[in-house]
């Protein structure tokens, strides 16, 4: 298995609603990473686990909440989002943090907050 | 932090034709840089990679070369073909206990018939 598996693949919701994306990988990498993109810009990195573990915070507000339950999954819990919050929302994986290897990218959820 | 600037933001190619597109970054630490693809409302995918110990890579009609002295880096594509049509970022990284990717700001590449 190669592949970086995101669900949903799309989701809609309230501002008052709590939702959690997940994302799943099966190739034994260590580092898992939430990135944010909106339309026509570069992937945003949010958070970094490195063996399971938060590394990087990248001041990402509280209504953002990641967890990483164990090596293979990697969790996006979302409580009060804004409008502004919508976009398509990347989890990636590689295989060791600090090694400098390419990341392995799922293909996303579409949020979109009403 | 890392910054990595990409030039340029559109570019327009005939099929046959060579691509070349150039990225700076900020940071001497920075030692590995991948260059991702990502076509309309797909994933961002890996095409192409080149750590700081090597000059240039070739992987078929991809190229990268990078410059430690000038922190610059490029991706040459040559005999371009309407499926190469994509947004390419660039990106850098370094070794440290977490491994942070920054991107460029991306560029449009339109290959024409």
């Known amino acids: 298995d190669t592949e970086v598996t995101q669900t949903p693949k799309h989701l809609v919701m309230g501002m008052t609603n709590k939702k959690s994306l997940k994302c799943e990988q099966h190739?034994?990498?260590?580092?898992m990473y939430w990135y944010k993109q909106k339309a026509k810009k570069p992937p945003e990195l949010m958070f970094v686990?490195?063996?399971?573990?938060?590394?990087i915070n990248e001041s990402v507000p509280s209504r953002f909440s990641p967890e990483c339950p164990n090596s293979s999954l990697l969790n996006l819990h979302l409580h009060a989002l804004q409008p502004e919050d919508s976009a398509l929302y990347l989890c990636?994986?590689?295989?060791?943090?600090?090694?400098?290897?390419?990341?392995?990218f799922g293909s996303g959820t579409r949020l979109t907050v009403v | 932090g890392e910054n990595v600037e990409q030039h340029p933001s559109t570019l327009s190619v005939q099929e046959g034709d060579s691509a070349v597109i150039k990225c700076t970054y900020s940071?001497?630490?920075?030692?590995?840089f991948p260059w991702y693809k990502q076509e309309l409302g797909k994933r961002p995918q890996l095409i192409i990679d080149?750590?700081?110990?090597?000059g240039e890579k070739k992987d078929q009609r991809i190229a990268v070369t990078l410059n430690k002295t000038a922190k610059h880096f490029s991706l040459h594509i040559t005999e371009t073909q309407p499926e190469d049509s994509a947004v390419y970022f660039c990106?850098?990284?370094?070794?440290?206990?977490?491994?942070?990717?920054?991107f460029g700001t991306g560029t449009r590449l339109q290959v024409t018939l």
């Open positions: 940071d001497s630490a920075s030692n590995y």
């Open positions: 990106a850098a990284s370094n070794t440290g206990t977490a491994s942070k990717l920054t």
């Open positions: 686990y490195s063996y399971e573990k938060l590394s």
């Open positions: 080149i750590r700081s110990n090597v």
């Open positions: 990636a994986s590689s295989p060791f943090s600090g090694q400098n290897y390419g990341y392995t």
């Open positions: 190739m034994g990498h260590r580092a």
